[in-house]
């Protein structure tokens, strides 16, 4: 380990400039105007592979973004890890609340500022240098396999073709993926639950034109107001969705679940100090960590209609929208989640207006074992790296990609992330600590190092 260590050490500065150099490139997968540069964060990965010593990288092509698939077989004797990350990141609006611009990073405070900085640039290249320092040692202990895509962002719509088409080739013994959080840099945790996804977008039409506020006002329908009353409807006083059938596939945790949930630390003054709020809510008989990590959810993500430009226009508008998100436990499926919601917000709306829903995307919710060889070689990994044994959470974020490769694959995976929930990812200023990048490369080497040792 203090080989590993050392090596680190004094590579440090080439390792934060490979990662600053893979974050100027704007590979913001949602808007076409960045299609190129999505493909110029390809065609990085496929270099800074070589350079670390893969056997073979390619950029597979797809109907949208690109796949980077690569592998270093070193013995079928040997276990196989099959690494999945993204480079696709989230759209930096509103760029006038970054306080320096989105993709020209720069540390400040031990912290590197910059889109997808975290999400998930800076947790993916961390395994490309950990495949660095295993060839420098010598012989790698495992087979590895690198499956980076470049629209995780926008639901990876064509991952799941890939996945079907290339079973064979993708065959491993574990998923490794570092795309979620630790609970702080003191206190090391691994992620076994995540939240599945429904995300919809919802359309209100009334008049055929906007009309002029004060000679229709009060007569018509304004799509606005009638899409804030069919929104505030969706949750009642006591902070549960009130979509028939929302809760029918909800698994209950027993008390002793609920219990290891709350084994993790939580100061609740400090979560609300960092996010500038005086006050909590949810849902009803649950505490944050749980309406957060082992609760269903409903939440507006965006919305929009009439006039929103500067001064002043008096119209009442013919459209309104919104986008919605709901974030899904187990055994929830979100095909049928988003049914129910299309089913009743349709039922919901007055005659005075047409209602259209149109699907994003979606993902189902997932548990990973923590009886698995591969758990505990992450648990030794972290144990040794950061002194202490860490504790596994759930996260309310998701990453459908786990169903999918238990699905396809039949393999499980291990979420050994090392970010912070005050990295601010999909907001402005997002960041990464150079502590966690840097600690972050060790642990994965040693993940790998102890993974081999106990498939002996």
Not at 182 to 202: A, Q
Not at 219 to 232: G, K, R, T
């Amino acid at each position: 380990m203090n080989e590993v260590k050392s090596y680190i050490d004094s590579n440090q500065q080439k390792f934060l400039d490979e990662l600053m150099e893979f974050l100027r490139i704007p590979s913001v997968s949602t808007d076409s105007k960045f299609k190129s540069d999505v493909l110029r964060g390809a065609g990085f990965l496929e270099g800074a592979l070589k350079k670390a010593g893969v056997d073979l990288v390619e950029i597979c092509q797809t109907a949208g973004h690109p796949i980077v698939y690569a592998e270093k077989i070193i013995s079928s004797d040997l276990p196989t890890v099959l690494v999945y990350g993204h480079y696709d990141v989230q759209p930096a609006d509103p760029y006038e609340l970054w306080d320096s611009p989105p993709f020209e990073p720069v540390i400040r405070n031990e912290r590197i500022y910059a889109r997808g900085s975290c999400d998930d640039k800076g947790q993916l290249y961390m395994h490309i240098k950990a495949l660095e320092i295993l060839n420098q040692q010598g012989v790698p202990p495992c087979n590895l396999k690198f499956i980076l895509e470049g629209e995780e962002e926008i639901g990876s719509s064509n991952l799941n073709l890939f996945v079907n088409e290339n079973a064979t080739r993708l065959k491993s013994d574990i998923v490794l993926i570092s795309d979620t959080t630790i609970i702080d840099n003191d206190t090391p945790s691994i992620t076994i639950g995540l939240r599945g996804l429904s995300y919809v977008e919802v359309e209100v039409t009334g008049p055929n034109r906007d009309l002029h506020s004060g000679v229709y006002g009060g007569a018509v329908a304004n799509p606005i107001n009638v899409l804030c009353d069919m929104i505030s409807s969706l949750i009642d006083n006591k902070g549960r969705v009130t979509i028939p059938g929302f809760y029918h596939q909800v698994k209950e945790l027993s008390t002793d679940e609920r219990a290891k949930v709350a084994e993790a630390p939580f100061d609740l003054g400090k979560y609300q100090q960092e996010i500038g709020i005086t006050d909590i809510q949810g849902e009803e008989g649950f505490t944050t960590l749980e309406r957060t990590g082992i609760r269903p959810t409903l939440d507006v993500n965006g919305i929009w209609g009439g006039y929103t430009g500067k001064g002043a226009k008096t119209v009442l508008p013919s459209k309104a929208y919104a986008k919605i998100s709901m974030r899904l436990v187990p055994d929830q499926d979100d095909e049928e989640i988003t049914r129910l919601f299309t089913e009743h917000f349709i039922s919901i709306a007055p005659k005075s207006v047409t209602v259209n829903v149109t699907t994003h995307h979606g993902g189902k919710p997932a548990v990973t074992p923590t009886d698995s060889m591969a758990f505990q070689a992450a648990s030794n990994a972290f144990e040794k790296v950061w002194g202490k044994a860490p504790i596994a959470t759930r996260d309310g974020g998701s990453i459908p990609v786990v169903s999918l490769f238990s699905e396809i694959l039949g393999i499980d995976t291990v979420l050994m992330g090392f970010g912070l929930d005050s990295d601010a990812i999909h907001s402005p200023n997002e960041s990464y600590g150079i502590f966690n990048y840097l600690k972050g490369i060790e642990t994965i080497v040693l993940f790998h190092q102890q993974y081999a040792a106990l498939s002996k």
